[in-house]
Structures are given as C-alpha cells and as structure tokens.
C-alpha cells in the first residue's frame, strides 16, 4: 500500500540516501530496516540505541515519552544522520519518528537526501505484536500513547507508506522501486 508521500522528491541521482523506517512501536521497524540496509548496501542504524538511560527507564516503567524527553534522542540521531549526510554515506535508521517535527529536524540534518518508509500499522496488530515481544524496552501498556502521538506521513514528504503486515519481500520490492539510488549498484 502507499499512501501520503508515496514516490515524493526521489531522485534518481542522489547517491547515498538516508533512509528512515519509521512508525509505532511493533511495526517492524528493524526487521524491515535491517533488510532494507542490506538491499541498497547501506550501513544500519538502531534509533533506540541513541535513547539516553532516562528515556529507557522512563519507558520500561510503563510511562510515556514528551516532546521534553525526545530531544536528546532526536538530537543524538540528527547528529549521527548529520555526520552520514556529510561524509556522503548512506545510512537507514529505523526510529519511530512519530511526529511530523522530529523528521523535519532528522531531515534537516540530512538535507535532500533524507527519505522515509512508513510502516502503517493498526493499533490492535500493534498491541498483539508488542506484548509477545521479549527482550524490548517497550511495554505493550504504551502502544495507545504511540498512536496518539502519531501524525502519518504528509503528502510533501519524500518516502512512501506500506502496511507493516505486508510480506517483507513484498516492502523491499518496493521500497527498491521507490528510495533515491544508493550508488552502490545494488539498487536496479
């Protein structure tokens, strides 16, 4: 499925796009970024990972992230993406990027090159997936406050929507269709 932004801004001559995988908690996110990475040659990027130690107690307790809380972790990644941007590397990075704000400041960073994947996900298949995960910082208490903090991809931002549920052969069929050339010949 493609949705808002489907094909939006690709440009076949961009050489090393920064892709991000975006969407709630439970959409598959790494999965689909890691293979993604793999796809188009690129190095990946766990956005959790850039969560400071508050952030992830503060989840782990079953509480809800503000617009206060993510700004050391939007700052962290803008700073890993600004430094993939300027080197000239390509890089996917999955991170839940709700919020239309936090990949306008991650697309800043980027500068044009800066594409998004949205995994499109419901909130039951979201609840169902998350409380079976182990081993995630993440409880499934909190997937409602996800969904009330997202805002889906806009029309004017490059990157396209696919159902998180879809086959994951089906998502990089298209996403290779879709995302801004690597340059590493391994995109068609």
Request: aromatic share 4%.
């Amino acid at each position: 499925m493609t949705g808002a932004g489907a094909g939006a801004g690709i440009q076949a001559a961009e050489e090393s796009p920064i892709v991000l995988v975006v969407g709630v908690t439970g959409s598959g996110k790494t999965t689909v970024g890691k293979a993604v990475a793999e796809q188009l040659g690129l190095e990946f990027v766990e956005g959790d990972d850039f969560h400071p130690a508050a952030n992830v107690a503060k989840m782990t307790a079953g509480h809800a992230l503000d617009d206060a809380d993510r700004e050391p972790w939007l700052r962290a990644l803008a700073d890993r993406i600004r430094h993939s941007a300027a080197a000239g590397e390509g890089l996917v990075v999955a991170c839940s990027a709700l919020k239309r704000a936090y990949r306008d400041k991650l697309r800043a960073a980027a500068g044009p090159g800066l594409w998004c994947l949205y995994l499109a996900l419901d909130r039951d298949t979201a609840w169902d997936r998350v409380s079976r995960r182990t081993g995630h910082f993440m409880p499934a208490q909190l997937v409602d406050s996800q969904f009330e903090t997202l805002e889906p991809l806009e029309p004017d931002e490059p990157g396209m929507t696919m159902d998180a549920t879809a086959a994951l052969a089906t998502i990089l069929t298209r996403v290779r269709a879709a995302v801004p050339r690597s340059g590493r010949g391994t995109a068609p």
